[in-house]
Every structure is written in C-alpha cells, then in structure tokens.
C-alpha cells in the first residue's frame, strides 16, 4: 500500500530539534481520558467533511482560474501550487530512481512537505494507514500522539535522529492528511511549525498554502496509497530523499 511513501521522515535537517521528548507529545497525551474507545473517537474525526477551504480537487476548480497568469503558482503536474514571498520550494528525489516524491516548502526555520497519493473511491486510507505508521515509528525508537487537526486526526511524531555534531536529539513533526476524491494529500511540518500549539504563528501561512494546493489525480487506475507523479520543472533545486 506504499506505506514507506506515507511516512514522514526525519529530515536531518537544519530543523531546531529538541533533546529528549516532550511530555505532551506522549503515546497518548493529546487523547480525552474520558473515553472508552479513543480508536473510534479518531475514525469518527476523519469521516467529516474537512476540505470546504481546500486543499481542492482539480475537477472544484474553475478552468479560467488556472489559465490565469500568476507568479506564485506552480504546476508540478498532480499538484499546482501557490507559493507566497519569501518561501522557498525544493524537491525532494529518491536518490536511485531520481523520482520525485515530496516537495518542500521552505520559510524561515519551518517547512512544510507534501506530497499526494491515490486512495479508494469509498476514502478511509488515513484512519487504514494511521496504525501502520504508529507502529513503524515505535519500531525506530520514536513516539506518536494523536491530536485533533485542521483536517480531522493529526498525527505528532518524535524521531531520534543525529545532529550534526554527532549528538542523539528527536525531530518533531505534525503530519496532515486531507482526504479529496481518489487521493489525499499529506502534509507534514517540521522545525518550529512542528512545535508550535494551534494554527497560528508559523503555522498560519503554511497552513494557508496546504489549502491552495490543487491535486491532478488523473483517470488512471493506481493501488491505493500508490504517489501520484510529480513532474520536476527547470529551475527548482532538489535533494535526494
């Protein structure tokens, strides 16, 4: 099902990391102790309706908007994005098949990654893949919190990762999943977005560009989970993955 696509990585950036986990990022920290099935009370979240402000399926958008020149926009093929001043756009490339499988979007000392992937006609791929991804994060030594997010269920991981200087630190993430017809989008935050409670601060122009983001599925058939193609446009520097 493609779930080492879904998995956000640790970026062994130059993202702030923090030196031991933080209590309110714990297994389950951000669950209502009130509950007797918090499992349903996720699957429950995600079965609403989330993308009323985007991000947007090609087919909800007005032809002429897209024929209109626009500097900010990029068209990656099954993502078009909007970018804003200031903001800087890497793709990120599987090192042996050169393929493009993310793109990053990059503003002062936060980033956010996307990347998109087909889903089942009847939707629920992020309440299937969610425990996949809970499970391969314990395996590495991380931890996961579940949080309710701006498109229903969001996930908080820590990673251990390796600073520069050789030191053990853990990577903070908070990963999205936006749920279209056919596909979801992912996204994932990382450096002081990723620490960041709420929507606001650096979260808020990230967010904002999330829900720009028009997804080109296509007509083809895909396995569910399976990346949708990212075409790399001259001009955009990129990193291998």
């Not at 609403?48 to 020149?69: A, H, N, S």
């Not at 500097?71 to 050169?98: C, H, K, N, W, Y």
């Not at 994060?137 to 820590?158: I, K």
Request: aromatic share 6%.
């Amino acid at each position: 099902m493609g779930l080492r696509n879904f998995l956000g990585r640790d970026r062994r950036r130059s993202d702030e990391p923090i030196d031991e986990p933080e209590d309110e990022l714990d297994d389950d920290a951000s669950d209502d102790g009130d509950d007797e099935d918090p499992t349903a009370r996720w699957e429950e979240l995600d079965e609403q309706e989330w993308r009323e402000d985007g991000p947007y399926d090609i087919t909800e958008v007005d032809p002429d908007q897209l024929d209109e020149p626009d500097p900010l926009r990029i068209d990656l093929g099954s993502l078009v994005l909007t970018g804003f001043p200031g903001m800087e756009l890497r793709l990120q490339v599987a090192g042996e098949s050169q393929t493009v499988v993310s793109v990053l979007m990059v503003k002062d000392d936060s980033a956010l990654e996307v990347a998109a992937f087909s889903a089942p006609r009847s939707g629920g791929l992020w309440t299937e893949i969610r425990g996949d991804i809970i499970e391969a994060t314990a395996g590495a030594g991380g931890t996961v919190a579940h949080a309710e997010g701006p498109f229903g269920t969001e996930l908080r991981r820590l990673l251990p990762m390796t600073t520069p200087e050789g030191e053990q630190a853990y990577q903070p993430s908070r990963m999205w999943m936006a749920q279209g017809p056919r596909w979801c989008l992912r996204g994932v935050l990382y450096g002081q977005a990723a620490v960041t409670e709420g929507l606001d601060g650096p979260v808020e122009e990230l967010l904002d560009t999330f829900r720009k983001i028009i997804v080109r599925r296509g007509d083809q058939p895909m396995a569910p989970g399976e990346l949708l193609s990212i075409d790399m446009p001259e001009g955009i520097p990129s990193a291998a993955g």
